[in-house]
């Protein structure tokens, strides 16, 4: 009886455990869906697949991200084909330093943010100031940089950086522009134009002693700065010669008593066009003895 007993798997409930011992073994064989085991998979297939849709057309992710960031994530700005982004916005002139757009767009318009305007067909850079909204549009101030000019009627478009403005080149455009302008006002200095006339023996009564037809538009400056006159015999008494512009006196040379230099006078420049006149005229009662006066009037060409 004893061995009937041993031998019975019900007895001492050995049938349970048995068929837990069954189950735990084809649990622990089960590589599909023990443990989430296929969720697993599955979620690991979907990131494999995104993972190689994303290196594109490079080996490897990395290599693609190599192609637009440094080591350290910085861009790569040799490999960045636009450098600007259009919003869409239409901008609308207001003055030179003022645009602009339809909406609340102040979180776009920040101040230091870079912009690109396009300009009668031309690009011109500035940085915004502030911008503010009310009635339906966001009014915008800007600082053009110095290298361009100012906003006009012609603005067509804003871009927005995708990068901040280099300071190491904007120092080394300052530096540039100050040098251009340096530059331009030498070549300015040097487009001159120089009316000469020499009156041998002491004029007459109101002689024109010089004559000037322009050719082209021309300035002649404030105290007419940079021409001269000078006389080999000194004048006897004060002598003054008259500057006319088109018929009207504008400025005059006085010649000292004994002396041989004018002082010039001439309130304000004379802007001249193609075909006025500019003429020196002799005193109505001349010196006995001035004479062998060279005269050197100095016309800036505009």
């Known amino acids: 009886m004893l061995l009937t007993h041993e031998a019975d798997t019900t007895a001492h409930n050995l049938t349970p ?3 837990a011992i069954a189950a735990y073994n084809a649990h622990a064989a089960n590589t599909t ?3 989430g085991i296929n969720t697993i998979v599955t979620n ?3 990131v494999q697949s995104e993972v190689t849709t994303a290196r594109g057309s ?3 992710l990395n290599a693609r991200l190599a192609t637009a960031l440094s080591a350290s994530g910085t861009i790569l700005l040799a490999n960045m084909n636009n450098k600007w982004i259009t919003p869409g916005d239409v901008p609308t002139y207001i003055d030179a ?3 602009s757009v ?3 767009r102040r979180v776009m318009y920040i101040a230091g943010a870079n912009l690109r305007f396009t300009v009668s067909g031309q690009y011109q850079y500035g940085t915004v100031t502030s911008s503010s909204y009310a009635g339906g549009i966001t009014t915008v101030t800007c600082d053009p940089c110095v290298v361009y000019t100012n906003l006009t009627s012609g603005l067509s478009q804003i871009d927005f950086a995708l990068i901040a403005f280099d300071n190491t080149l904007a120092t080394s455009i300052a530096t540039l522009n100050a040098s251009l302008t340096t530059l331009t ?8 134009q120089e009316v000469q006339a020499y009156q041998a023996a002491a004029p007459a009564a109101s002689q024109v002693v010089l004559s000037y037809v322009a050719s082209r538009a021309a300035t002649l400056p404030v105290n007419l700065s940079g021409s001269q006159a000078k006389a080999a015999t000194a004048a006897t008494a004060s002598a003054t010669f008259t500057v006319t512009h088109n018929g009207t006196n504008v400025g005059t040379l006085v010649f000292a008593a004994a002396g041989t230099v004018p002082t010039l006078t001439m309130a304000s420049a004379q802007t001249l066009a193609a075909g006025d006149t500019i003429t020196v005229i002799a005193p109505a009662t001349p010196d006995a003895t001035l004479a062998k006066i060279a005269f050197n009037l100095q016309l800036l060409v505009t």
């Open 58 to 60: 490079q080996a490897s």
């Open 185 to 192: 006002a030498q070549v300015n200095s040097h487009q001159l």
């Open 102 to 104: 339809p909406g609340d």
């Open 44 to 46: 690991v297939a979907a």
């Open 17 to 19: 455990i048995n068929t």
């Open 97 to 99: 330093t003022h645009f």
């Open 33 to 35: 869906t023990a443990h």
